[in-house]
Structures are given as structure tokens and as C-alpha cells.
């Protein structure tokens, strides 16, 4: 299909690892990009992937590509309750094109 | 940087009604985006500016909808006349075209047409 494809929903407990999955659609899609967004806020950028790249650390952020297979998925090591909020998957497909975003997933993390 | 600012926050309007949306971008980036939020249909891409032109405007849903950006530091989108179908949340984002070309988004402006 065209759409970047996210699951909608994952809760979690706090301290335990968060792991939200991704599937865009453009093989050749140059960057891809993980926002989150918190109630009543826009969208702010976490942290993105260029497509040459398998893995990606920042922090408590993990960004893992399967190029092959195209799925991007984002760990979050020892969640917090201040995790919770929507993650939206974006994919550049060319340059001087628009971000296509996948519908977000949101994390519910309890403690 | 002050980030995207988007004016007004909130606005509550009657249907028939004209809808000015604002937007000022950061300083020194070159593409501007406006986005619609809405439960049903998620993130909508409306419009794409580079360099104060339009680029790609496929995403705006009908005539009824406008949007212009006279220079790199202001944008508007207008809704005339408002429909109730409208109300959505709309954010302006700005970025700077190059090889990560990273979005930056405003806070967003809640739109209710009763």
C-alpha cells in the first residue's frame, strides 16, 4: 500500500522497555524520522535515521532499520510515565517532497 | 529560536464564517508545510512551500481552502466560508531543505466551526 503503517496502541509498565514498530513504503526513501507528540502539543522531533544506517542510539532511544524488509522501529529503555504521548513514523521519499507520517501510536505507560 | 509560531492558539467560529490561520517560521528555513490533525484521518499534509511557492497543494481539500506565503517569514491559511467538518487541529511546520530536511512543527491551532 502508500501508507507508512504503525500498530495504534501499546501500554506498558513503567521501567520496562517501550518498542514501537513502523513500516514505510518507499524503498528508496533517504530518511526516516520518529516524532512525539503530547497531549494538547504538536509534533516534536525525536530523532531520525538516514537510510545507509542499521541502527541509531541516543540515550534512552534506540532506532533500528531493516531496510530489506522496510520496517523502523524505536526502543525506549526504562519508560517513564512522561513517555507517554503519540509516536509518529515519517518517511522522506525525495528530495523536495513532503514527510509522508504514518497515523501514530500511542504509548500508554503505567506505573 | 522562538520555534514556529502559529496565531491563534484556539478558535471557535459559526459555519459561513472566514477562518485565517497564521504562521511564522523559524528564521532561516525554507520550506514551510501546513498540516490538519483530525482523530478519523490522522496527520494531513495540506500544502508545501519552498522558497515562498507553493510546491505541492494536492492535499488541500477544496476551493474553499487558501493559503499563501508573501514572504519567508509569514504564512496563512484561510478557510472561507468555515464548515463544520473543518474543525481539526492545523499546524504549521517549517524546515530547511538540504539532505535530512528535519520538520519542525508549531504548537497548532484548534479549530471549531460550530
Known amino acids: 500500500g502508500e501508507d507508512v503503517e504503525q500498530s495504534l496502541f501499546l501500554s506498558v509498565r513503567e521501567g520496562d522497555s517501550s518498542v514501537i514498530n513502523c513500516t514505510y513504503t518507499d524503498s528508496s526513501s533517504t530518511y526516516l524520522y520518529w516524532y512525539k507528540q503530547e497531549p494538547g502539543a504538536g509534533l516534536q522531533l525525536l530523532t531520525y535515521i538516514f537510510s545507509n544506517m542499521d541502527m541509531k542510539q541516543d540515550q534512552r532511544l534506540t532506532v533500528l532499520l531493516n531496510k530489506k524488509d522496510k520496517h523502523l522501529s524505536l526502543r525506549i529503555a526504562d519508560t517513564q510515565t512522561g513517555d507517554s504521548a503519540i509516536y509518529f513514523c515519517?518517511?522522506?521519499?525525495?528530495?523536495?517532497?513532503?514527510?509522508?507520517f504514518g497515523k501514530g501510536t500511542t504509548l500508554s505507560v503505567s506505573s | 529560536d522562538a520555534g514556529v509560531i502559529q496565531s491563534p492558539r484556539h478558535e471557535v467560529t459559526e459555519m459561513g464564517q472566514e477562518v485565517t490561520l497564521r504562521c511564522k517560521p523559524i528564521?532561516?528555513?525554507?520550506?514551510l508545510f501546513w498540516y490538519r490533525q483530525t482523530m478519523m484521518r490522522g496527520l494531513e499534509l495540506l500544502i508545501y512551500f519552498n522558497n515562498n511557492v507553493p510546491i505541492d497543494d494536492s492535499g488541500m481539500p477544496e476551493d474553499r481552502f487558501s493559503a499563501k506565503m508573501p514572504n519567508a517569514s509569514f504564512s496563512t491559511l484561510k478557510i472561507q466560508p468555515s464548515e463544520p467538518r473543518d474543525s481539526a487541529v492545523y499546524f504549521c511546520?517549517?524546515?530547511?531543505?538540504?539532505?535530512?530536511?528535519?520538520?519542525?512543527f508549531g504548537p497548532g491551532t484548534r479549530l471549531l466551526v460550530l
Open positions: 528564521s532561516g528555513h525554507n520550506s
Open positions: 515519517a518517511e522522506k521519499r525525495q528530495a523536495g517532497t513532503a514527510l509522508i
Open positions: 511546520a517549517s524546515g530547511q531543505t538540504g539532505p535530512e530536511e528535519t520538520q519542525y
